[in-house]
């Protein structure tokens, strides 16, 4: 057998030493590969190619191509940099690694879970922290603020207090400096809201007067606009009343016959806004007992103004 192909045979079935990281003759038993010492060292001056690869079979028949293991060691060693580098914000993560962001509370630069940039999303998102939110969202995180600012409810707000005041457009809502609140909008106290405006039951509702500025149905009650509950008049004319009735006060009443101190009519279409079912004309109508229970004595409670 010529020499060369000797060598061939023995390079098909080189084998891995996985302890020593050598390319051995698999078949040898012992023998050393060609240009070794008897150690299976290589000649004074050269340098072993450590990168051993593997004679297994792959589909086919075809033989698998050696690995790397020092570009395979490269590789883990950038994913583990990456993975391990500190960050505050994204552009701290750019020497980790192409398209990693920032996760500011784990203060690591990770793989962002739904996009690197602002085109990765929807119309009307914005790409913060490898995450897709609503183009109102200005910010996440603090870091997407800059110094002396917070994220508050997805927008970059400065904090304030007795220390620090806000410019003459905001107020203090809360703690941080923010636009006055709006007609409707959520409120603490009448100045988180705009002027004109006051705070009743947690919204800004318009301040008011007068009940001139108040929709049709509201009154102006200490400060601001609310229906009107009050008792309605029964009547404004006599023409709303019944026959043989006048309108008096509100209220329908029965003249008393002949106009003389005769025994009123029993008449009851006041709905609880007169004294007595006992209706009759000045100067011999009943006047109304109490207006609530606390114009009556103990133990009586006022029914129908009458203390009972």
Known sequence: MKPSIVLLSALLVAGCDGEEGRCNDSSSHGRVSPGHDEHGDPPDGEEEDDRCGTNDDGPDGAVVAPVDAAGADATRAAADAGASAGCRMDRDCAAAGAGLVCDVRAGACVTPTQCATDASCAAGE?????RCLGASAICQFATDCGAGRDCVDGR???ACGASASCPSTQVCVAGYCDRPSQPGSECARSADCASGSVCADGR??????????????????????QTDTAPRSFCVRDADCAGGSVCRRGS????????TAAECLRVDVTFDTCGSDLLCTNPLEMRPECARTADCAAQTICINARCR
Request: aromatic share 2%; net charge positive.
């Open 204 to 225: 800004c509702v318009a301040g008011c007067a007068t009940d001139r500025p108040c929709a049709a149905g509201g009154v102006c009650v200490l400060g601001f606009c």
């Open 252 to 259: 329908c009443r029965a003249s008393c016959r002949g106009g």
């Open 156 to 158: 970059c707000l400065s």
């Open 126 to 130: 914005r790409c913060l922290a490898g």
